[in-house]
């Protein structure tokens, strides 16, 4: 895992200077960050180049940091010969929640987006149908954000804070 | 109608149109509730507009405020006719979160069960695909052993359906003589009745001419579309997560993975068929090797201590309390936990910032993603062809809409 971490390392620093954050291993899984801006260009090496060869996208999501000024898109790609996996992780602020789409390569992201749209408001630029799935399309809210509590946080007689509430 | 009236348009001017078809939400053919808005040139669907989300439950949003424990009911409702998997699953994510040793009984019994619930999936799926081309006889026949699979996991854990069996870290108790007796004649006796249902449609001429390129997908198209199970592997791609990265001990046994090789109906029926087949066969190797000792781990801040110590000891009644108002510590993590669910890969991805609930949970949801091929599937075929597209695509609204 290590190595193959490294050998992404390299190969993105020399092809796409200063777009790549930082790298980790999280519980033996390959993690790197890149710039929201370089995301699509990066998939597409690690989709096209012969050596990695990340052809299936076995999950897109979203998310929100927890200072709640950002969002991000976590992408897990799979190089099935080989059996490697990788994720992604890029980020970009709430006020202005742009992301180019990665429909184009992979058909499978289509729905997995208008999910990400529909629960973080994240906007995929390019995407073909980027309409709410899950939610009724009357929503005005994106309910995964933080700013939506699950339940009203106002209520006065179940004020048991020893419980974390 | 008047020879005048006929001849007032020209026949080559006509224009062609298109009729519309709303199949579903509720339709008894299509086995949940889906909504297909349909384009139809006679009986040749044009072109297929789904809506989903009828029974979106907001699991995502929920499992922010449920303590780890108490995300294992929601699991459960995820893919219903095979909810052990999705709980062990889940188990088994967290499992991998807090770095927790299981010991070997326990994953061999899980693998017991896991398997029970994937024959249980299976049944469903090709019964109702028999169904669907008017073999009633067959679908009433087996569906007795899913009941007989639900009447082990009764015995287990109490529920039939929405399961919720075992904890994080095993099972809440040993299982009885009673279910292993269950375990044993079903081994026995399920083989055969598999058996006599594929003699009635294997080679069935009239359910071969319905199902043989019935909603075909080839294999890129089926990798582009990230599919995964059964579905991928009857087009013809090996992949299969306990063999890909095997979890809870499946490297300890020796399956095959059935593939089939136009992705057609007939070939989802035949995978599926084999994987119940292959399934029989582990559960026989895990019976058969299974370990001695305790059928839970030694995870004191989650499993529940024995009711009696409850009563009668201090340390076993703080347990008790941390576990039930979900106060224990969870380390700070990113983990991706995937297992082999009855449809595909059925992932966690789990994000703690070491608070009482998990910071972030999202599911892979296998019908979510590879529901969304179904348009391409079916055009240009006819209406009833769509019908067993569906069932063979096994589309579970639950696990659909989250």
Same mark, same amino acid.
């Given at each position: ?57 076995? &999950?897109?999501? /979203? ?6 000024? $950002? #969002?991000?898109? =976590?992408?897990? %790609? ?39 749209? &529909?629960?973080? /408001? ?6 073909? $149908? #980027?309409?709410? =799935?899950?939610? %009724? ?29 | ?402």
């Amino acid at each position: 895992m290590r190595e193959l971490l490294n050998q992404i390392e390299n190969q993105l620093n020399t092809k796409f200077p200063g777009d790549l954050l930082f790298t980790e291993l999280s519980y033996d899984f390959p993690v790197i960050t890149v710039k929201s801006t370089a995301a699509h260009k990066i998939l597409q090496f690690l989709k096209e180049d012969e050596s990695f060869n990340f052809h299936f996208l076995t &999950d897109l999501t /979203g998310l929100q940091t927890e200072d709640g000024q $950002n #969002l991000g898109v =976590i992408y897990h %790609v799979h190089n099935l010969p080989k059996n490697r996996r990788l994720r992604v992780r890029t980020f970009f602020s709430i006020q202005k929640p742009e992301i180019e789409t990665v429909t184009d390569l992979w058909l499978g992201a289509n729905w997995m987006e208008r999910e990400t749209y &529909d629960f973080f /408001g994240v906007k995929f630029l390019g995407h073909p $149908n #980027l309409v709410r =799935i899950l939610n %009724v399309d009357e929503m005005d809210i994106f309910p995964l954000r933080k700013e939506y509590p699950l339940e009203d946080q106002e209520r006065q007689d179940k004020s048991d804070k020893q419980f974390g509430r | 109608m008047s020879k005048e009236g006929n001849n007032i348009v020209p026949t080559d001017t006509i224009e062609k149109e298109y009729s519309t078809l709303n199949l579903g939400p509720t339709h008894p053919a299509t086995h949940g509730i889906f909504q297909n808005v349909l384009k139809m040139d006679g009986e040749i669907i044009h072109d297929a507009v789904p809506t989903i989300g009828y029974i979106h439950r907001a699991f995502e949003k929920l499992a922010e405020r449920r303590p780890y424990a108490q995300i294992t009911p929601i699991t459960d409702r995820l893919n219903y006719c095979s909810s052990p998997i999705n709980n062990f699953g889940w188990h088994m994510t967290v499992e991998k979160l807090i770095g927790a040793d299981i010991p070997k009984r326990v994953q061999y019994l899980r693998v017991i069960i896991m398997e029970l619930a994937r024959i249980s999936d299976h049944i469903i799926c090709n019964t109702i695909i028999g169904q669907d081309t008017g073999a009633t006889t067959g679908f009433l026949y087996l569906f007795q052993f899913r009941e007989k699979v639900y009447d082990i996991f009764e015995s287990i854990c109490g529920a039939r359906l929405t399961t919720n069996i075992g904890r994080i870290g095993g099972f809440e108790n040993e299982w009885s003589a009673y279910t292993w007796e269950k375990i044993n004649r079903f081994l026995i006796e399920f083989p055969k009745a598999l058996d006599e249902f594929n003699n009635l449609l294997e080679r069935n001429r009239i359910f071969m001419d319905r199902t043989v390129n019935c909603g075909p997908i080839s294999a890129e198209k089926a990798l582009a579309y990230s599919f995964t199970g059964p579905n991928l592997r009857a087009a013809g791609v090996d992949y299969d997560v306990r063999v890909a990265t095997p979890y809870s001990s499946y490297e300890d046994f020796d399956f095959i993975i059935p593939i089939g090789s136009s992705g057609d109906t007939y070939d989802r029926f035949m995978v599926r068929s084999e994987e119940m087949k292959q399934s029989i066969r582990i559960i026989n190797q895990a019976v058969k090797n299974l370990p001695s000792g305790l059928s839970h781990a030694d995870l004191p801040d989650f499993f529940l201590p024995p009711k009696e110590k409850v009563y009668s000891e201090m340390e076993a009644l703080i347990y008790h309390f941390k576990i039930v108002m979900g106060e224990t510590d969870i380390p700070k993590g990113e983990v991706y936990h995937c297992v082999e669910g009855g449809n595909g890969e059925l992932g966690f991805y789990l994000i703690s910032d070491g608070g009482r609930t998990p910071f972030r949970l999202h599911f892979r949801r296998p019908c979510f993603i590879y529901y969304q091929a179904y348009p391409e599937m079916i055009k240009g075929s006819m209406l009833s062809d769509a019908i067993l597209t569906m069932s063979s695509l096994n589309v579970i609204a639950g696990e659909l809409d989250a």
